[in-house]
């Protein structure tokens, strides 16, 4: 079966690592057959959540930008990366705004009981590439928490994620001992599963 696989780059370095980790990613994606997506958020025009939950009442945001075309990517993939980097112990904001941005989706499923993937589809999973400059242990606790939500609001099943410390300038990745084959790796099962 051939599975439409979305990447989003959260990241504003295009050159940077987890940059570098997604397009490792869809490669392997497109040697393994299936069809891919990258989004560059720094392409899009997405404002922040203002919490005015307009939304509550049909699950549409009144705010006009690029969110709903990547809302109606995201209801249509059936595997989704997401390439974020950590900024002051979290994901960068840009990561956080597009998450914030999908209470619509909260709206739907909580408050309406409406199902936003395809009856028909296949399971989705998800994958979280992340990259942090220091060694802290705990460096990708919140990330992966508000990356574990949205997926799971998006019945996004959350595969083993590939996270990696103690790497900062921009590219620095391609030397790391593991992480392009364990992209691979992990991309590989992603579409297999
Ligand atoms: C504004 C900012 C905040 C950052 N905060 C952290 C941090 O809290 N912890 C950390 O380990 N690295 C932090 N970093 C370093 C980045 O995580 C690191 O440079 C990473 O490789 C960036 O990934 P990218 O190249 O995909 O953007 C920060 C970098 C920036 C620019």
Redesign the pocket.
């Known amino acids: 079966m051939t599975l439409s696989v979305l990447g989003i780059a959260c ?3 295009r050159n ?4 570098r980790l997604l397009l490792e990613a869809m490669k392997t994606v497109q040697a393994e057959g299936h069809m891919t997506e990258l989004v560059y958020l720094s392409d899009l025009n997405i404002n922040p959540c203002q919490g005015c939950n307009a939304c509550s009442a049909k699950g549409i945001c009144i705010i006009k930008d690029d969110v709903p075309k990547l809302q109606e990517k995201l209801i249509q993939a059936d595997r989704l990366i997401i ?1 974020a ?5 979290g994901v ?1 904001a840009q990561a956080k705004i597009m998450i914030d941005r999908m209470q619509p989706f909260w709206a739907r499923k909580y408050l309406h009981h409406q199902s936003l993937i395809k009856p028909s589809g296949p399971e989705r999973i998800g994958l979280f590439l992340s ?4 060694e ?1 242990v705990d ?1 990708f606790k919140c990330a992966e928490r508000s990356i574990q939500t949205f997926f799971h609001m998006l019945d996004i099943h959350y595969a083993q994620p590939c996270l990696y ?1 103690g ?4 590219g ?2 391609i030397e790391h001992p593991t992480a392009l084959g364990d992209v691979r790796r992990a991309t590989q099962a992603l579409t297999l599963s």
Do not use: E, H, L, Y
Not at 131 to 134: D, I, L, Q
Not at 167 to 170: E, I, L, R, S, T
């Open positions: 990241s504003p370095r940077g690592n987890t940059t390439a980097p950590i900024f002051f112990m960068n990259v942090a400059g220091t802290k460096v410390r790497v900062d300038q921009a620095k990745i």
